[in-house]
T-cell receptor, first 114, second 114 residues
């Protein structure tokens, strides 16, 4: 049973470009969570999605960031017009419905903005 | 918002010895979960142990055990018979029973000395 998959593992973007991070949840999991880890810090919640629905985006910056989890395919975290401060590791986690206390994390995507 | 505090940025332990990592949290809720995650250099977040607040018995997973003091809002991790492979960042995390997100501490970097 494959775990949570994220790609790419490493992404380099220049300032002003767009970054797209993908997350495929574990089989049987329909809930996805995105977290960001800045250097020397713990993970910070960004957004929680179910298929075709954003449930909680209280941790998402108001501008430039968006997330989706379509009916088919992976969840996508999109960052438009990236800035140096967006450089971080972005982790995705997934859970079964009703089991949000058991979140399984992917290996993360390390975004570097040059 | 709930806060999770890890007051030890770095810890070290001799191989085969025992080490305890500290974590305190702040919450007004009675239903919640507490976690310890390990993050090795690969950056993969690995669940070490989970504790449900309603359970008085401390959770144990092989060489890993916790000391859960609900009244003091303390949740420490004890690693017995430390091994070189235990070297990693360790994050304490909190999730309320009805919430969506995990709240993470800033982590403790554990070094295991051969």
């Amino acid at each position: 049973n494959a775990g949570v998959m994220q790609n790419p593992r490493h992404l380099v973007r220049r300032r002003g470009q767009e970054a797209r991070l993908r997350c495929s949840p574990m089989k049987g999991h329909s809930h996805v969570y995105w977290y960001r880890q800045l250097p020397e810090e713990g993970l910070k919640f960004m957004v929680y999605l179910q298929k075709e629905n954003i449930i909680d985006e209280s941790g998402m910056p108001k501008e430039r960031f968006s997330a989706e989890f379509p009916k088919e395919g992976p969840s996508i975290l999109r960052i438009q017009q990236v800035v140096r401060g967006d450089s971080a590791a972005y982790f995705c986690a997934s859970s079964r419905p009703g089991q949000g206390y058991e979140q399984y994390f992917g290996p993360g995507t390390r975004l570097t903005v040059t | 918002a709930q806060t999770v505090t890890q007051s030890q940025p770095e810890m070290s332990v001799q191989e085969a010895e025992t080490v305890t990592l500290s974590c305190t949290y702040d919450t007004s809720e009675s239903d919640y979960y507490l976690f310890w995650y390990k993050q090795p250099p690969s950056r993969q977040m690995i669940l070490v142990i989970r504790q449900e607040a309603y359970k008085q018995q401390n959770a144990t997973e092989n060489r890993f055990s916790v000391n859960f003091q609900k009244a003091a809002k303390s949740f420490s991790l004890k690693i017995s018979d430390s091994q070189l492979g235990d070297a990693a960042m360790y994050f304490c995390a909190y999730r309320s029973g009805g919430g969506n997100q995990f709240y993470f501490g800033t982590g403790t970097s554990l070094t295991v000395i051969p």
